[in-house]
């Protein structure tokens, strides 16, 4: 695939995204579901923006994949974004649970999409560098913060609320529940961690004796 084809892609994935968070955050404020605090207080919003961001910046510059620092950060978006696919995938969307996402397209677009294209894109086009070995454990950094803001949030309003039912303690019998399907998720990261970092030290290591 040529540079030019691939940054269009990207691009195109980016404006995608975009346009999806943007509808998600005007419906649902016009509709009173919705505040700006509480959109941006789901993992689905903060991976798939984080995900934009990426993306645009890989459009502009490619030769990003070479660098150590970036593809860090790149490696974090792609295990999120794949973790929210999952999550979604599994727990979710089986059992009708309402995500807060207004319309089929921007769920479509925010779950499934996204995640896949992202996970694709490092699949096809992983870091030309060699990642840390520590790169997992600091790529848990972010979603264990955000479980630590979710909840402690949640109790603090006076009408408590929390993104996802498994991390309310009225949806799952208490704060025990809370820890067991949390536990579960962030052993769900760290496995999409490692996966990713082989998956980029496999490439650097055959670059290297190319």
Same mark, same amino acid.
């Given at each position: @695939?040529?540079?030019?084809?691939?940054?269009?892609?990207?691009?195109?994935?980016?404006?995608?995204?975009?346009?999806?968070?943007?509808?998600?955050?005007?419906?649902? @404020?016009?509709?009173?579901?919705?505040?700006?605090?509480?959109?941006?207080?789901?993992?689905?919003?903060?991976?798939?923006?984080?995900?934009?961001?990426?993306?645009?910046?890989?459009?502009?510059?490619?030769?990003?994949?070479?660098?150590?620092?970036?593809?860090?950060?790149?490696?974090?978006?792609?295990?999120? @974004?794949?973790?929210?696919?999952?999550?979604?995938?599994?727990?979710?969307?089986?059992?009708?649970?309402?995500?807060?996402?207004?319309?089929?397209?921007?769920?479509?677009?925010?779950?499934?999409?996204?995640?896949?294209?992202?996970?694709?894109?490092?699949?096809?086009?992983?870091?030309?560098?060699?990642?840390?070995?520590?790169?997992?454990? @600091?790529?848990?950094?972010f979603p264990a913060a955000y479980l630590v803001y979710t909840l402690i949030r949640?109790?603090?309003?006076?009408?408590?609320?929390?993104?996802?039912?498994?991390?309310?303690?009225?949806?799952?019998?208490?704060?025990g529940g809370v820890a067991m399907w949390s536990g579960v998720v962030l052993v769900?990261?760290?496995?999409?961690?490692?996966?990713?970092?082989?998956?980029?030290?496999?490439?650097?290591?055959s670059l290297a004796t190319a």
């Open positions: @695939m040529s540079q030019t084809t691939l940054r269009a892609l990207r691009l195109s994935l980016a404006s995608l995204l975009v346009v999806a968070l943007f509808a998600q955050l005007v419906i649902g @404020m016009s509709r009173a579901e919705l505040t700006v605090v509480n959109f941006f207080s789901f993992f689905t919003i903060l991976s798939n923006t984080a995900a934009v961001v990426v993306l645009i910046i890989l459009a502009g510059r490619p030769e990003l994949t070479s660098s150590g620092v970036f593809s860090i950060i790149r490696g974090a978006v792609t295990v999120y @974004m794949s973790v929210t696919g999952l999550v979604y995938a599994v727990l979710l969307a089986p059992t009708g649970i309402d995500v807060g996402l207004t319309e089929p397209w921007v769920n479509w677009s925010l779950h499934v999409v996204g995640p896949l294209a992202v996970a694709a894109d490092w699949i096809a086009h992983p870091p030309d560098t060699e990642l840390p070995r520590s790169a997992p454990i @600091m790529w848990l950094v949640g109790a603090l309003l006076d009408v408590p609320w929390y993104p996802y039912p498994f991390l309310d303690p009225a949806e799952t019998g208490g704060y769900v990261i760290l496995a999409f961690s490692y996966a990713c970092q082989w998956w980029a030290t496999r490439r650097s290591s």
